[in-house]
């Protein structure tokens, strides 16, 4: 890394002396260089004497701190554990002491199995602090951490102030989820960072670009339709708390997850018309982004496939219905075609922020600010793409590319349909739903193949003498040049950079993957060091980093800052400078008036012994009889090690610490109980005892489990090798406790409950358990192990699934268990119809005088009568459709379930 990672601006230093100080969460204000923060407090304790973990980050967080670390020549260099590193690996490496990224997943089995030398640790720092909550991992290893250590320290940045002001005692709860006391706030008016920053202000030339009429047209629409779906939301359902849903913050990302919140207690009881409502919000705040990012052609394309999908899915999207629709449609079109009644003239819109930059261009070369370096920083990758086909080819030859999609597009559309209403008119396409329909409709769009027509240069019409300037066009061919600048292909992947000496780079924050690459625009500033930057999206974090990164430059630093004028796009922006200061205020706020436990980071084991003591009864003395019991009575619950996803390992440790761990002998010594068991189980999540073993699913795991066939596998499995098998089927607590949606229908035997029904009937062992939640799940186990021994992990182990169709006698256990259950068998005739008839199909096909022989007269007729309708036929008789219909529905397992025999 260059000079830029180890440095830090005078209120960065405060920030860091802050943060080793005192163990705490530091908030601060985006763009504020919370990377460098960690890497010079990483940088400190990269020790082989120290040993500090490193959780909450994403990938590339951990890719970009680790590599910042290893070019600053640490001895021993940070490493980065996840799951393809074996427990031999992992165990080394803890002994060695440094800096480890760690998965959260890994580093919760390592500290219950006891591979992590926990007391040992120095200490722990926490990334994206605003994720943390009670149900995370991280906070189930922070809880972990501070049982057996409480001498290390536990550090939390975040720079998202405003996810920990959103919900109610919101900051309390991560707060006490980290196991951590102090909130140190570090806003951007603070004192301390003006006066850092006043004196390095790079130039900042505000470019207002002028919306043109028709995108003007199109955003009052798109805003009308935005206000019009969330009125009659509102009304739809009143006694939601919607008040603070307004239009204004219809514009952020995160809006629609807000939305989704509120909507989820309630979503099984919501109309279909509500439903669609949620999508179509979705739908608009596409649109609005899409306005301002994509060219006239691209976007009007995006629309009309909107609008087709909607007619073709049959989806009723209201604000198509709207008056504000066809004002968007026609202004939209107006920007492609010179006519709103027909497509036969084109005619281009020019694209305002295009002729900006391409002007702002000209005036740095003009001025000679160039051969310096240029950074043009938009918000995703498309965009970069797309300036980058712009300034190397014009506008001209971009916008013809995408009229030509829009017409072989048009052309297969147009096939379609003539092909559908053919066949409807024929009688010969049937009207299929939902899935099916979608299929069809999919099947039928491979079948066409399009000609596309051939759009000439000289049918294209720009409206704009600018687009055409031959002088701007060969200047930008000639700054693009595809050039050996930058000889690092990885230099290249993020951004495109061409010509060594004048050179213009395009850094998206946004890569392909979709993965943020914000916090790596500070390091490539710091190695790029250019001279001009224009920022072709407004980002008040993207503002701030090149703020602190002009403190270190040394250097003329020009930034050009560009932005719609009056748009949607501005008012997204000041909106977010103002959410973040009003959540700096509260957090402020809260620091100066709220009243915080003495010991909530632990460090005197108060809330330790707090927990542990929590749900128990008034502790006093016991005999030394009831001492030995308590030592001896350990609960042990084994665990998948793919159950570590989920927070329900977290809420079983917590209440089997709280429970069980909870003694108080008569010296009042406390004792530690090895509660959960990490291993790798092939068959159930959870053993609870030698005769009890949990198969857990999720509503969505469960409807997938039983359409695949997998969960009566897996039943089978449980049914084999334990006595009271217990299939747990866990709700989302934030969703509606209830089969709504699949009881509201017909009862047949494809549905959901009908499939419970028969899995039960089939496997009358099997016990069904209902979970409003992970806590309540944990409190259900704790129940059920009461007076249960306690399960042994290498028995567990060595049951095998795969092997589940062989059994004692020979003969595969699910279909002769299915076979036990029909009218007519006993155990007296059962082991000649399996030495007889090779499986259950079979079974359905034989006569009623080859069924008396093998079984006798009378409990042969009852099996008959049973599988079939006694009615005249060709073939005698006919078998009973729903019979026929639920044996070959019985899933096939890899060795044949419908089989008797085990071959």
């Known amino acids: 890394m260059a000079d830029y990672g180890p440095q830090l601006a005078e209120f960065q230093h405060e920030m860091f002396l802050e943060m080793l100080e005192n163990d705490g969460v530091t908030v601060l204000a985006r763009g504020l260089g919370s990377e460098a923060l960690i890497h010079n407090f990483l940088k400190v304790h990269n020790h082989e004497a120290e040993l500090v973990l490193v959780i909450g980050m994403s990938s590339e967080q951990q890719s970009l701190h680790s590599g910042m670390l290893r070019l600053s020549g640490l001895n021993p260099p940070p490493r980065i554990i996840t799951a393809d590193s074996s427990v031999a690996t992992r165990h080394e490496e803890y002994l060695k002491g440094g800096i480890l990224f760690i998965t959260s997943r890994i580093l919760v089995v390592d500290m219950l199995m006891k591979r992590l030398p926990t007391h040992l640790v120095t200490g722990i720092l926490v990334g994206n602090a605003h994720k943390v909550e009670q149900r995370t991992t991280e906070a189930f290893i922070l809880r972990l951490y501070r049982f057996e250590n409480r001498a290390g320290f536990i550090k939390a940045v975040t720079d998202s102030p405003e996810n920990l002001v959103t919900g109610f005692f919101q900051i309390d709860k991560i707060l006490k989820a980290l196991w951590l006391r102090k909130i140190n706030i570090w806003p951007r008016f603070q004192k301390t960072i003006i006066n850092s920053l006043a004196d390095s202000q790079p130039e900042v030339v505000e470019v207002r670009i002028t919306l043109t009429k028709l995108m003007e047209a199109v955003q009052f629409a798109i805003r009308d339709l935005m206000v019009a779906c969330l009125q009659e939301l509102k009304k739809a359902r009143p006694a939601l708390e919607l008040q603070h849903l307004t239009a204004d913050r219809i514009l952020f990302d995160g809006f629609g997850q807000l939305l989704k919140s509120q909507l989820d207690p309630v979503w099984d009881v919501l109309s279909s018309q509500t439903k669609q409502l949620y999508t179509d919000i979705r739908t608009l705040q596409t649109l609005v982004y899409r306005l301002h990012r994509d060219d006239c052609v691209s ?92 300034l190397r080819e014009g ?72 687009f055409l300037d031959s002088a701007v066009k060969s200047e930008a061919k000639d700054t693009f040049l595809p050039g050996n600048a930058e000889n690092n292909t990885e230099f290249h992947k993020y951004y495109s950079m061409m010509s060594s000496d004048s050179c213009i780079a395009l850094y998206p ?24 930057i224009i920022m072709y999206t407004p980002c008040l974090a993207t503002m701030r980093q090149i703020e602190v990164f002009s403190s270190f ?82 609960k042990i619950v084994l665990v998948d090690m793919r159950e570590f996803r989920s927070s329900l390992p977290s809420h079983v440790h917590e209440h089997g610490m709280v429970k069980e761990c909870g003694l108080l002998l008569a010296c009042f010594s406390i004792i530690y109980f090895k509660d959960l068991v990490p291993i790798t189980l092939s068959i159930g999540d959870y053993i609870l005892s030698p005769n009890m073993c949990v198969e857990r699913k999720s509503i969505p795991d469960l409807i997938g489990s039983l359409n695949s066939g997998r969960l009566l596998t897996q039943v089978e499995s449980m049914t084999k090798y334990y006595d009271v098998p217990i299939l747990l089927i866990e709700f989302d607590p934030d969703k509606p406790f209830t089969f709504l949606d699949e009881l509201s229908g017909d009862i047949e035997y494809k549905s959901t409950m009908s499939k419970i029904v028969l899995l039960v009937k089939s496997f009358p062992k099997l016990r069904i358990l209902w979970a409003r939640s992970a806590a309540a799940t944990a409190a259900l186990f704790l129940d059920l192990k009461q007076h249960e021994r306690q399960p042994d992990a290498g028995i567990a182990v060595s049951f095998d699934a795969g092997n589940i169709d062989a059994v004692e006698d020979g003969y595969a256990s699910g279909p002769k268990a299915f076979l036990s259950k029909l009218p007519g068998v006993r155990p007296q005739n059962i082991t000649r119809i399996l030495d007889t008839v090779p499986d ?61 025999s085990y071959a």
């Open 299 to 390: 976007f009007y394309h995006y629309l009309m496939i909107l609008r087709a999908s909607s007619h073709a899915f049959n989806q009723h999207s209201l604000w198509l219905f709207l008056n504000a629709s066809e004002d968007l449609l026609v202004n939209a079109k107006l920007r492609v075609f010179a006519d709103k009644t027909t497509e036969d003239c084109v005619q281009f819109e020019a694209h305002p922020k295009w002729l900006k930059l391409k002007e702002l261009l000209g005036e740095i070369k003009m001025d000679g600010k160039m051969p310096g370096r240029t950074v043009i920083i938009v918000d995703d990758d498309h965009t970069r793409r797309q300036l980058e086909h712009f």
């Open 395 to 466: 506008a001209e030859c971009v916008l013809a590319n995408r009229f030509k999609r829009y017409q072989a597009w048009r052309v297969n559309e147009k096939k379609l349909n003539s092909i559908v209403l053919q066949k409807n008119r024929q009688g010969s396409l049937q009207q299929p739903k939902g899935r099916a329909k979608r299929r069809k409709i999919k099947e039928e769009r491979e079948k066409v193949t399009s000609q596309v027509p051939e759009v000439n240069a000289k049918d294209v019409i720009i409206t704009d003498d600018a």
């Open 509 to 532: 924050l946004t890569t392909e993957s979709g993965s943020g690459n914000r916090v790596g625009l500070s390091n490539f500033l710091a190695n790029f060091r250019p001279s001009n």
């Open 553 to 634: 430059a040394r250097q003329r630093l020009n930034v050009y800052f560009m932005l719609y004028d009056g748009s949607l796009e501005e008012q997204k922006y000041l909106t977010t400078v103002r959410r973040e200061k009003e959540a700096f205020e509260k957090l402020i706020f809260h620091k100066q008036n709220s009243a915080v436990e003495n010991d909530q980071d632990g460090r005197l084991g108060h809330r330790q012994e707090q927990e542990r003591a929590k749900h128990c009864p008034v502790a006093t003395s016991l005999s030394s009889r009831d001492a030995r019991q308590a030592q001896t009575g350990l």
């Open 840 to 900: 259950l199909l079979a079974l359905s096909k034989i006569s009623l005088q080859s069924l008396q022989e093998m079984m006798g007269v009378s409990d042969g007729k009852i099996l008959h009568d049973f599988l079939y309708i006694l009615r005249p036929s060709s073939n005698g008789y006919s078998l009973c459709g729903t019979c026929m219909d639920f044996l070959l529905s019985i899933p096939k397992s890899p060795r044949g379930v419908r089989s008797f």
